[in-house]
């Protein structure tokens, strides 16, 4: 079985569950106080595709708000990106769609993954797929996730690795 | 150019047809034309090709087209398959560009004038930094325990101080090396050195990735400088950047400047070795081996020297130490003892009282009272080996009672001739010997104003005019008159020893008049054995007054004389006038 190493980062406004949408999921060393020191804390997610085991570098990165921006240079060698946005709050979707565009200025048109997230309080979801496709990141392949019950996580893993090594 | 070639292929069918002919046998003219035409007919496409070939194989500007056109994948494929073709080229190369730079230096210095800049900065600044690390590695040990213990490791093994100094530096040990993607921070190859436990090294290369972008971006820094150092307590990571790769180290204790130069070397040949599969990697993400012998010389370690050398070296260092400490302290010791003694010296020493003795300025203080008559201090100091230049002594005058020095001090004053001594009995001046009855009354005038003298006694003096006298007294008596036997005129010629005896006897009593002492000479007769004591009594006084009046007729006082016998003598043999002279004070 062979492994292959891949570098993933996650992208997102504050607040979205990123780092609770990952923390389920993979092996962490690092004390998410990096997260707040240099802006970023990295984690490693094993997806099994095959014969193939994926070693994914997750690079969660700090959140973008007003007060502060993704550091481009993290991006750097990424093999694929995703994004997340919070279902309840329609303004971290086109959060994400600014920062896609810078994203894809510093790496290109690596394989990408939208997640939307607190997929557990759909009922309360301000947005639809209609809204998205305006407002959101467009042309991406959207998982609905829910960091709570973790729901599709998985999926969209796996997804997300597929169109890698597709590539 | 057409033109050219229709021409060029005119002359190769004249060519060809005057060959066919020389090779092809002669047949009949009127089936030799159809021969000819059915000749060329056939092969004339051939002798054009033939003649086309010929002419290529004679034409090397045709050649040099060729080859150009396949040169640069020949030279791909035959560099792919083995090394030779670089070995071929490398000192054709190297001749070029000597020949090319003798030309003209200026395009070399063009092409290379961008990587010369950063090159040379960094080897300024690494020599730069190994100075500064060898000063500062210098100074620390200069004034510490280790360092004192370095100095003497230096001195007995005739190293430099900086030798030593490095040789104990070298203490470190390579814990783990990581060569990392430089795009993406992924992992390409995680050695460790044995017994050392890694932590998930994919994460951390990602890690110390993150850290030297954010380094970089925080610090605005180019993207070919980065974040080459990291210190953790005792652990370093030194990292090492290459166009594709970065090679970092995780090193316990002090790692001297010097691996880094190996670091960079390593890396260096891993790009040279694994350029594609490093550029593969990006897109991969497949790991492939690092070519043995390149990492393994950056695993390195510099074992710490074993404790029982250690434990050697301080001990040696303990007896330096203590070696030092007598070295400063013996002589002060030694001094000190001598000062002491001679302490001691002075406060026995007559006619000297020692009031305070110490220690100022390095130097030896001492006050008290001294004699003048006493010996000299300085002297003494000197003769108990004290350094005069160390000793500062103020030394009021008195004067001392003691005897020896009243006696002195009375001898000073009254100066008895050498027949005469003093001494002191209690506080009476006792001169002895004999003395002159003017120095008597010199004395008994003088002697009370001697300090220390509180009465005279002259009892053990003698005066030296008596004792004269006595001597001479003595001397005369000494002379004696023979008489024959029975009679009482001494034997024959004795006339000329009684003048002599007179003469010496007035001028005795003179001297004895003038020393106001009386004397008194007594003749005393003497006879033998023989004949009756009656007659023999009559003998001797008959004989004292002969003699008498003989003296008497020559001029000696008739009172001083006096005739008598011994009766003490016991000798019956002499027949005999003796003197016997007596003094007295008038």
Redesign the interface.
């Known amino acids: 079985m ?6 993933v980062c996650m992208l997102g406004a504050t607040a979205v569950g990123k780092t609770s949408l990952v923390r389920r999921f993979v ?4 004390s998410e106080k ?1 997260q707040a020191t ?3 804390k ?3 997610k094993l997806v099994t595709m095959g014969d193939t085991t ?2 994914l ?1 997750l ?1 969660d990165l700090q959140g973008e708000d007003e007060f502060q921006r993704v ?1 481009l ?2 991006l ?4 694929g990106l995703i994004y997340v946005a919070d279902g309840t709050r329609p303004e971290t979707l086109v959060t994400t769609r600014t920062i896609r565009a810078l994203a894809e200025e510093t790496v290109g048109a690596v394989p990408s993954l939208l997640l939307l997230n607190k997929s557990d309080l759909a009922e309360s979801w301000a947005i639809d797929d209609a809204f998205v496709e305006t407002n959101g990141p467009s042309g991406l392949p959207i998982v609905r996730t829910s960091a709570r019950t973790g729901d599709a996580v998985e999926e969209g893993f796996h997804h997300l690795v597929r169109r890698m090594l597709d590539r | 150019m057409a033109d050219r070639l229709r021409v060029e292929q005119g002359e190769a069918r004249v060519d060809g047809a005057e060959r066919l002919e020389r090779e092809v046998p002669m047949t009949p003219v009127g089936g030799t034309d159809r021969l000819q035409e059915l000749r060329a007919l056939i092969l004339d496409p051939d002798r054009e090709r033939i003649r086309a070939i010929e002419r290529k194989l004679a034409s090397p500007a045709l050649h040099v087209e060729d080859v150009a056109k396949v040169l640069p994948e020949a030279i791909t494929r035959r560099a792919a398959s083995d090394e030779r073709l670089g070995a071929a080229l490398g000192p054709l190369v190297g001749d070029a560009i000597k020949a090319s730079v003798r030309r003209d230096p200026q395009p070399l210095v063009d092409a290379i004038f961008p990587v010369m800049g950063p090159a040379i900065r960094r080897a300024i600044s690494n020599a730069l930094g190994e100075l500064v690390q060898s000063l500062n590695t210098t100074l620390e040990h200069t004034v510490s325990l280790r360092g004192l213990a370095w100095r003497w490791e230096a001195m007995r093994t005739g190293k430099s101080f900086g030798e030593v100094v490095l040789s104990h530096s070298l203490l470190f040990r390579v814990e783990q090396l990581f060569v990392i ?7 390409i190859e995680h050695r460790t050195a044995p017994g050392v436990q890694a ?2 090294p ?3 290369a ?2 110390m990735t ?2 030297r ?2 380094a ?2 925080s610090f605005s820094v180019s993207e070919q400088q980065g974040l080459d150092s990291l210190a953790l307590g005792d652990l370093t990571v030194w990292a090492e950047s290459g166009p594709g790769a970065i090679l970092a180290a995780v090193i316990r204790g002090q790692p001297p400047l010097a691996l880094r130069e190996t670091m960079q070397q390593a890396l260096e040949e891993v790009h040279l070795a694994h350029a594609d599969e490093i550029e593969r990697f ?1 897109a ?4 492939f081996a690092i070519r043995d012998g390149i990492l393994e010389r950056c695993l390195v370690s510099q074992a710490s020297d074993s404790s029982r050398s250690g434990q050697w070296r301080t001990v040696l260092l303990g007896v330096a130490v203590l070696a030092a400490v007598g070295w400063c302290a013996v002589p002060r010791v030694m001094e000190q003892r001598r000062f002491d003694g001679y302490l001691d010296q002075l406060r026995r020493e007559p006619g000297v009282v020692v009031g305070s003795a110490g220690r100022a300025d390095g130097r030896f203080v001492l006050t008290g009272l001294r004699d003048p008559l006493a010996r000299d201090p300085i002297a003494l100091a000197a003769a108990a080996g004290i350094d005069s230049a160390r000793l500062s002594a103020k030394w009021e005058p008195y004067i001392a009672l003691r005897p020896e020095f009243v006696v002195r001090r009375a001898q000073a004053l009254l100066h008895p001739s050498p027949r005469t001594t003093l001494r002191l009995a209690g506080d009476t001046l006792v001169p002895g010997g004999v003395a002159s009855a003017a120095w008597r009354a010199e004395a008994q005038r003088f002697a009370l104003a001697v300090p220390g003298v509180g009465a005279l006694r002259l009892t053990e003096l003698s005066d030296s005019a008596e004792v004269a006298l006595r001597a001479t007294a003595d001397s005369i008596e000494t002379i004696t008159f023979d008489y024959p036997r029975g009679g009482t005129t001494p034997v024959i010629a004795q006339a000329e020893r009684i003048d002599s005896l007179a003469t010496r006897l007035r001028r005795f009593l003179d001297d004895a008049a003038r020393g106001e002492r009386a004397a008194r000479i007594e003749l005393i007769g003497l006879a033998d054995s023989v004949g009756t004591e009656e007659a023999n009594v009559a003998l001797r006084r008959a004989r004292a007054d002969r003699m008498r009046s003989a003296l008497q007729a020559r001029g000696v006082t008739v009172q001083s004389l006096s005739a008598g016998v011994d009766s003490t003598s016991t000798d019956r043999t002499l027949r005999q006038v003796r003197l016997r002279i007596s003094l007295e004070r008038r």
């Open positions: 062979s492994v292959v190493q891949r570098k092996e962490s060393i690092f990096y240099i802006g970023v990295i984690d490693r994926v070693s570098l690079w550091r240079s993290y750097r060698g990424a093999s | 993607h430089r795009e993406s921070g992924l992992l932590l998930a994919d994460l951390v990602s890690m993150a850290l972008d954010f970089r971006d990006g991969t993400g497949v790991s």
